[in-house]
């Protein structure tokens, strides 16, 4: 596996399931990111980990919990989400905290 | 504080005409400016990045973009579409350091390309 990926690529729950999302990236970077992608919007940020530390909580909800264990890994923890967070989930990394950003494939949630 | 407005939410060419796709922002400060494309089912992929060196960038696929301040514009082109280049692009800004001291990337709302035969 070569740059940033996602599992699983697609995701149905409902609303009192409790699942995770997983990003790993093989670049050897320091930063990661998660963004929500829902249609018609622009991306927004939600969560910013720079080695191994949140440094930024885009005032998401409690619903949705990041981890970051190790460098390469990034999780989202998801529980009794609503319909409204449908959305394609997309994790990033780079380097640094001030440079270019890679994407991965993305995760395509659905809520029922 | 920063924005970017893409003008065009879908844009239609025949393949082998070129391509223009246009993005103007709002900066406080220098910003960096990143284009970006999105195919269907894949993640974002870095076409080219503006950082203030040369004004005209270069990215991958034969694209390019060029940076005026004076019209706050960072337009993307392509002499020659090609089947392939059929995805979704987002124009990006970057001038905002968050609490953490990452940047803050700002993105556009997307163009849909689409190429005819």
């Known amino acids: 596996e070569t740059g940033v990926t996602q599992t699983p690529r697609h995701l149905v729950m409902g609303m009192t399931n409790k699942k995770s999302l997983k990003c790993e990236q093989h670049?050897?970077?320091?930063?990661m990111y998660w963004y929500k992608q829902s249609a018609k919007k622009p991306l927004e940020l939600m969560f910013v980990?720079?080695?191994?530390?949140?440094?930024e909580n885009n005032s998401v909800p409690s619903r949705f919990s990041p981890e970051c264990p190790n460098s390469s890994h990034l999780f989202l923890h998801l529980h009794t989400l609503q319909p409204e967070d449908s959305a394609l989930y997309l994790c990033a990394s780079s380097q640094e905290l001030i440079d270019t950003q890679y994407f991965g494939p993305g995760t395509r949630l659905t809520v029922l | 504080a920063q924005s970017v407005t893409q003008l065009d939410s879908h844009v239609s060419v025949s393949e082998g005409t070129p391509v223009l796709l246009r993005c103007n922002y709002s900066s406080s400060y220098s910003p960096s400016l990143f284009w970006y494309v999105q195919h269907p089912n894949k993640g974002l992929q870095l076409l080219l990045k503006y950082t203030s060196a040369a004004t005209l960038v270069k990215g991958i696929n034969g694209f390019e973009a060029e940076f005026k301040k004076s019209e706050t514009s960072f337009h993307l082109t392509k002499p020659s579409a090609h089947m392939s280049d059929a995805a979704e692009y987002f124009c990006?800004?970057?001038?905002?350091?968050?609490?953490?001291?990452?940047?803050?990337?700002?993105f556009g709302t997307g163009t849909q390309l689409k190429v005819e035969l």
């Open positions: 980990y720079s080695l191994e530390e949140r440094v």
């Open positions: 990006v800004v970057s001038d905002y350091i968050l609490t953490g001291g990452g940047n803050k990337l700002t």
């Open positions: 670049l050897g970077h320091n930063a």
